[in-house]
């Protein structure tokens, strides 16, 4: 992990990068209609009884006999918060444990250990409990100011609202970043959240990630790391009435680094007119907008190379098939590549964080 860097947005100057498709699984491919989303979702991401024989095995066996452990702030359950619950599942645990989190404010900062795989956070989606806390990058450092750090593998997180209290910087207070959830355990899946900041609020770090149906909100840098993350029908809602703002600050170093930020049938809404879609926080960013809604917050230069245009010649940025009034193409930054059919299916495929080995269905109680 490495120190972010304050913002600054300029004009950008020329050179387009090529992009390179890989073969991929049409089964897998995500769909161009909206409208055949959800029931292409539930065919290809079926349940586990149909999918053992491709599954993780050791996901396969965590699943067989899942352990749920009810936290309600009233004492009806057998937790008051959710540290006490997570404190009682066992270091190295190869189980599925599964924290039915019920509804109000819950004033803690979390920390999933790597040695607590298998952990699900699970409210009920019409009463999500609140997940919060106040920590900034001058207490903790911006990585480890999140409320909720998530390093064991395999963790999930359905129909919960995880969001960081800490005042909307000011640019004059240093270290105001806070950060609301650090996904930094491999194959972790995001189903129906909300993550709520303003600077920095999601640090998607490492490994691979999937987000689907959840509310990002935030100003700058709101998504920013090194992970290889598919999101699949998100809204990104910036809140840019008081100068510009970012959505994405991608940091990858070099072609040689696996990772990538996939944004598939979003929504990109909020206010203002100064957000630009990504920055180069590093030499070698990979981020893709395909089948996007995109409304006017969006800057028509869109991606910005942050006062590096020697990062032009390794930069990926890349759109296809946007709609709504931010997606005209014809303002954009030089070095965004507008994609053909064959060059986007490596961005709209399942198989782009390999889902097939660990991807499973929302979870239901």
Request: with cysteine.
């Amino acid at each position: 992990m490495v120190s972010k860097t304050r913002i600054t947005i300029i004009n950008v100057t020329i050179i387009v990068t090529l992009f390179t498709a890989n073969v991929v699984l049409s089964d897998d491919t995500i769909p161009a209609d909206r409208a055949q989303l959800e029931t292409w979702f539930s065919t290809t991401i079926g349940p586990l009884e149909q999918r053992k024989a491709t599954l993780d095995p050791a996901l396969v066996t965590a699943e067989a006999t899942p352990k749920i452990i009810k936290v309600n702030q009233d004492g009806s359950g057998e937790f008051k918060t959710i540290t006490d619950a997570l404190n009682s599942v066992p270091a190295s645990n190869t189980q599925r444990v599964i924290l039915n989190i019920g509804p109000g404010n819950y004033n803690e900062k979390i920390k999933v250990e790597r040695t607590k795989p298998f952990v699900t956070f699970y409210g009920s989606p019409d009463n999500m409990p609140n997940i919060t806390y106040g920590g900034t990058a001058a207490q903790y450092g911006t990585v480890d100011s999140a409320t909720v750090i998530v390093e064991g593998d395999y963790f999930v997180a359905a129909n919960v609202i995880i969001s960081n209290s800490a005042p909307l910087p000011d640019g004059k207070r240093p270290g105001a970043q806070a950060v609301a959830l650090r996904a930094s355990g491999d194959k972790s899946t995001f189903y129906n959240c909300q993550f709520i900041g303003f600077q920095d609020t999601i640090c998607d770090d490492r490994h691979n990630h999937f987000f689907k149906d959840c509310l990002i909100q935030g100003t700058v840098d709101y998504i920013f790391g090194s992970g290889r993350s598919l999101y699949l029908k998100n809204e990104l809602r910036t809140l840019g009435d008081t100068g510009p703002t970012v959505i994405v600050a991608q940091a990858r170093k070099s072609p040689d680094e696996d990772t990538l930020y996939s944004f598939v049938h979003c929504d990109v809404t909020g206010t203002g007119h100064d957000t630009f879609l990504a920055r180069a926080w590093m030499s070698s960013p990979e981020v893709v907008f395909a089948f996007t809604n995109i409304n006017d917050v969006i800057n028509p230069l869109a991606w910005n190379n942050n006062l590096h245009p020697e990062y032009d010649k390794t930069i990926h940025f890349g759109e296809y098939q946007n709609t709504g009034p931010g997606a005209d193409t014809k303002g954009r930054a030089p070095m965004m590549k507008q994609l053909t059919a064959e060059e986007v299916k490596p961005y709209i495929t399942l198989e782009a964080i390999q889902a097939s080995k660990w991807l499973l269905p929302p979870p239901k109680i």
